[in-house]
């Protein structure tokens, strides 16, 4: 599975549980929160000022493993 920037932070989570270390080594302890589970990726990373290419090559990295 490819991550992309317009699939959920619940998606990502859902098919690649293991990516919730990326999530929170970024310091996004709000993946827990429903709201942030509907939200896209590129959303998250915007909210926390976060580069979504930067944040995407970190999750596709975790979520081959």
Do not use: W
């Not at 989570?13 to 827990?32: E, K, N």
């Not at 979504?52 to 999750?59: P, R």
């Amino acid at each position: 599975m490819v991550i992309t920037k317009e699939m959920t932070v619940g998606e990502v989570l859902a098919r690649s549980p293991q990516t919730v270390q990326v999530f929170l080594s970024y310091g996004m302890d709000c993946v827990y929160c429903p709201a942030a589970q509907r939200e896209s990726i590129e959303e998250v990373a915007e909210a926390h000022g976060i580069d979504v290419e930067e944040l995407l090559s970190q999750l596709n990295r975790f979520a081959l493993h």
